[in-house]
């Protein structure tokens, strides 16, 4: 009779452990003590998971069918060939049909069309058993999984932005990709401004050179984009399953910018960014003052730039709709934002009692710590309660599980209200200065930058821009609404 000789591991590391060869020993010995001729020696290295339908197998399956002769199939176990219910059918029935006999040489069994009830029992019970050992493998996983995510490690590949690593006692670790990181980290800054689609953002960092963690470092795309900035693990947190857990590593992002940037991406369908990718320095800030519709950009004859209503309400007549170079609401802008020059001795005064003004706030401060770290004490003497009624099993494990994320989530709060609170302390008088600072110099810093810069200015100095005739209408953001009122009076008066 020819014999098929089967060989199968589940890894790489198995087959470098010379558990092959040691099975096609064993199986070439036992071909020659029964006198059978070896028609092929088939080895296989993939897993037996009942998830997977593994092509090898499913070849060996077809060449049998296919022979006009019986074969007999040699493995070393059962488990070398089926650790599930499935395989064992279709085996069944080729027994059945006369096209194979099974010899399975460690059990010491050989299963064919006239075995007796014990023989068939006996493969059954192997099939049955190996299949509990896959089950029990499996178990292993997930609770080793499981005990990594509440240890605060990851399991997996590290997400863009990380990396892999081992430390020197052997153990897996992920570290701050070097390269990456800040990338990242300026990903989530510049899309939290609202200035950016995935298109022209993916445009930017590509520039920057932000790739994958693949080892080509192929570019980003914008799918991938999508999945960094909704990304948990970069504020401190793993998400498995839909259940979240604080992590280890340290964070590239602050949970403010995280939540900045979810806001951004709710809202960027209600936004007209159809021409996102255009380079126009003021498409979608200004509207008309008479329909409400959008001014919008348009090249003309590839070279000069107008701004005119899209008259979507058809309140104008073609003839009315006015068109204006983008020069010239350029000047208009310019010539706004000198106005905002504060004398020197007056820039310097105005600094020196903002300094001052900084007591005042520091009380409020010191007031607005001392209760953020009351409430830090109140939340972690409700965890030393939670623990107690644990061992006491006056809660369940899955109670206890979400009332310490409920908890841990509200104090990971208070600590960044506190860094905040922290920063905004540090900040506060020297914000204030460079306001007034920025105020000062912003026609020159208008003229000097770029096209994204010049918007970003525009919109932290302007709300509610309209264009009325060919005239430039706004409202001024507070301060520089004040600025403006004292310059036109040149009347800056200490009070």
Not at 15 to 41: C, N
Not at 378 to 401: A, F, G, P
């Amino acid at each position: 009779m020819k014999a098929i000789i089967l060989a199968r591991v589940s890894s790489r590391e198995q087959e470098e452990g010379h558990s092959i060869p040691a099975q096609l020993a064993r199986a070439r010995d036992y071909v020659d003590r029964k006198g059978f001729e070896i028609e092929e020696e088939i080895t296989i290295i993939e897993t037996a998971s009942t998830n997977k339908i593994r092509a090898e197998f499913n070849k060996i399956v077809i060449r049998i069918k296919q022979s006009s002769e019986e074969f007999a199939l040699i493995v070393d176990t059962v488990d070398r060939i089926t650790r599930n219910f499935r395989d064992s059918v279709i085996l069944d029935d080729l027994r059945k049909e006369e096209k194979v006999q099974l010899h399975f040489i460690r059990e010491g069994l050989v299963v064919n069309k006239d075995s007796n009830s014990s023989e068939i029992l006996r493969w059954d019970m192997a099939v049955m058993f190996a299949k509990s050992y896959i089950l029990q493998l499996s178990d292993n996983v997930k609770r080793s999984i499981e005990q990594k995510l509440r240890s605060g490690e990851w399991p997996g590949k590290a997400p863009i932005g990380y990396l892999n690593a081992t430390k020197d006692n052997g153990d897996k670790d992920v570290i701050l990709d070097p390269e990456r990181a800040p990338l990242i980290r300026k990903a989530f800054e510049l899309y939290a401004t609202g200035h950016y689609s995935f298109f022209t953002l993916r445009k930017k960092l590509k520039e920057e050179g932000l790739t994958n963690n693949t080892p080509n470092k192929g570019i980003l795309s914008q799918g991938q984009l999508d999945f960094i900035l909704k990304g948990r693990f970069y504020y401190g947190y793993m998400e498995m399953k839909g259940k979240l857990y604080p992590h280890k590593y340290p964070p590239i992002i602050s949970k403010p910018l995280f939540d900045k940037v979810q806001e951004v991406k709710a809202s960027w369908h209600k936004k007209p960014f159809k021409w996102a990718s255009k380079p126009y320095i003021y498409r979608g800030l200004i509207i008309c003052s008479e329909c409400g519709c959008t001014i919008t950009p348009e090249m003309s004859k590839g070279k000069y730039v107008y701004y005119h209503c899209t008259n979507y309400h058809k309140k104008h007549a073609k003839s009315e709709v006015e068109w204006l170079r983008e020069e010239e609401l350029t000047s208009q802008f310019k010539e706004l934002l000198l106005a905002f020059r504060i004398p020197n001795k007056v820039l310097k005064w105005l600094v020196d009692n903002l300094n001052r003004s900084h007591e005042d706030e520091k009380q409020y401060h010191e007031s607005v710590m001392t209760n953020l770290e009351r409430e830090y004490s109140k939340l972690q003497t409700k965890l030393v309660t939670l623990y107690d009624d644990r061992l006491d099993q006056r809660i369940t494990i899955e109670m206890y599980d979400k009332k310490v994320q409920e908890i841990k989530d509200k104090q990971e709060d208070i600590l960044e209200q506190r860094k905040l609170h922290s920063k905004a302390d540090k900040g506060f008088y020297i914000m204030a200065s460079k306001i007034l600072e920025l105020a000062n110099k912003s026609a020159e810093l208008f003229e000097s930058s770029e096209r994204e810069q010049k918007r970003q200015l525009l919109q932290f100095v302007l709300q509610n821009c309209q264009l009325r005739g060919k005239n430039i209408d706004f409202t001024l953001k507070k301060p520089f609404d004040a600025i403006l009122l004292a310059n036109k009076n040149q009347d800056w008066l200490r009070r």
